[in-house]
C-alpha cells in the first residue's frame, strides 16, 4: 500500500510502501531535499518496555528483569499523535519488546491507525501467537545476535517458519569485526534465511562501558568498510547511521547505501518511562522532554531545546572542510568516540 505526504509549503512530497518497506522524499523541481521535517517525525523509535531477562553487560539500555513495561493507555497516546504528524512507521524496542504483556495489542492499535510497526527482538518470547501478529501486522523484524549465536539461529527458524523474513542487528567492535569479517567472507547457514544483517556502531553506553570494544579501536575498519560495500560480499548488508563515517570515508560507496543521522531531523526516540529524545541512545545521559496528556509531541518535536540543539550540531561546520560533511554531518552529536572516518 503506497503512502503519500505531500509537503507543499516546503516543496517535497514523502513516499511510504507499507508493504515492500520502500521509502523516499522527493523534492519539487527546483528545490533541495529538506534538512528536517517541520511537520514532525517521519519514523519514531519507541521503547514500549525496559524489561529483559539477558541481562547483557553492554546493554545500552541497562535493561532488567526489573524494567518497567510502558502502559497500554500511554503507547496509544503516542500513536494518535504519531498518526496526527504523518508518521510512517514506528521502530518497537526495549528490553525485549515482544514480552510486553500486551505486546499484540500494541501491533493491533499501530496497524489501526495506519502506522507500520516494527520491532527487534533478542528472540526470547516469540510465541505462536506473537508470531501470528508479527506476521499479519508487521514491516520488518530484526533479531540481535549474540554469541555463540544459538539462541540467534533458533529465532531466525522460528520466523522462517511463519514465512517472516528477518534481520539481524550484529553490534560491530572492535572484538566483534573478526566475526562480521569471516560473515561477510563465508557466512554461516542460518543467514542464508536472513534478508540482511545490519551493522550497529558499538555505544559506550549503558550499565559497563568497555572503551576498549570501541570500533575505532580496531586495525581491520578498513578490510571491514571495503568488504561490506564491495560485490565480493556473501550476503546483503546494511548500516546504522553511526557507522556512516566509515563507510564514506574508507570506501567508494554510493551515497544511496547510508544516511545522515535523522535524529531531530527525521525521527525521534519515546522511552518507556515517557521521556522524549532526538535519539534513544541519550536515553540515560540527560533528562530529555516529558510527555504526558497535557504535552503534544509535536510541540516538543518543534520547539525543545534539546531537539533543536541536535539540529544545530548537524548544520554546523564542526568538520570544516572535510569532503564527507554533507553526508555524515560532523558525525554524532552524542559520542564522539563513534567517528571512525580517520579525520578526528
Not at 545500552?60 to 526489573?66: A, E, L, N
Not at 502502559?71 to 494518535?80: A, M, P, T
Not at 567472507?185 to 534465511?193: A, H, M, Q
Request: net charge neutral.
Amino acid at each position: 500500500m503506497l503512502k503519500l505526504n505531500r509537503y507543499k509549503d516546503l516543496g517535497y512530497t514523502s513516499v511510504f510502501n507499507s508493504i515492500t518497506g520502500f521509502f523516499a522524499r522527493i523534492p519539487d523541481k527546483g528545490k533541495v531535499d529538506p534538512f528536517w521535517s517541520p511537520h514532525g517525525p517521519e519514523l519514531m523509535d519507541i521503547s514500549i518496555t525496559n524489561w529483559c531477562d539477558m541481562g547483557c553487560k553492554f546493554c545500552y539500555k541497562s535493561s532488567t528483569k526489573r524494567g518497567i513495561h510502558m502502559r497500554l493507555s500511554d503507547y496509544k497516546l503516542i500513536i494518535d499523535q504519531a498518526a496526527d504528524m504523518g508518521t510512517f512507521q514506528v521502530a518497537l524496542g526495549g528490553g525485549n519488546p515482544n514480552q510486553h504483556p500486551d505486546f499484540i495489542k500494541i501491533l493491533e492499535y499501530t496497524n489501526l491507525k495506519g502506522i507500520v510497526p516494527n520491532y527487534t527482538t533478542n528472540g526470547r518470547g516469540l510465541s505462536d501467537e506473537i508470531l501470528e501478529a508479527t506476521k499479519k501486522y508487521c514491516g520488518a523484524v530484526a533479531v540481535s545476535a549474540y554469541p555463540p549465536y544459538d539462541e540467534t539461529e533458533l529465532s531466525l527458524i522460528k520466523l522462517a517458519n511463519y514465512g517472516i523474513k528477518a534481520n539481524i542487528h550484529f553490534i560491530l567492535d572492535a572484538n566483534s569485526i573478526d566475526t562480521a569479517i569471516w560473515w561477510l567472507k563465508e557466512p554461516p547457514e542460518f543467514l542464508k534465511s536472513v534478508n540482511a544483517v545490519i551493522f550497529l556502531n558499538y555505544k559506550p553506553s549503558g550499565r559497563k562501558v568497555f572503551e576498549n570494544k570501541l570500533l575505532r579501536n580496531s586495525e581491520r575498519l578498513d578490510e571491514f568498510f571495503k568488504l561490506a560495500t564491495s560485490i565480493e560480499r556473501k550476503i546483503k548488508v546494511g548500516f546504522d547511521a553511526c557507522c556512516v563515517s566509515g563507510v564514506f570515508a574508507r570506501t567508494n560507496a554510493s551515497p544511496v547505501m547510508v544516511d545522515a543521522c535523522d535524529a531531530a531531523r527525521f525521527s525521534m526516540y519515546v522511552s518507556e518511562d515517557l521521556k522524549v529524545y532526538p535519539c534513544s541512545f541519550q536515553s540515560g545521559l540527560e533528562p530529555g522532554d516529558a510527555f504526558n496528556e497535557s504535552t503534544s509531541l509535536l510541540d516538543i518535536w518543534t520547539s525543545s531545546e534539546n531537539m533543536q540543539s541536535f539540529r544545530e550540531y548537524f548544520s554546523s561546520n564542526r568538520c570544516g572542510g572535510c569532503n564527507h560533511k554533507s553526508l555524515c554531518m560532523n558525525g554524532c552529536p552524542i559520542f564522539e568516540q563513534l567517528v571512525v572516518c580517520g579525520n578526528r
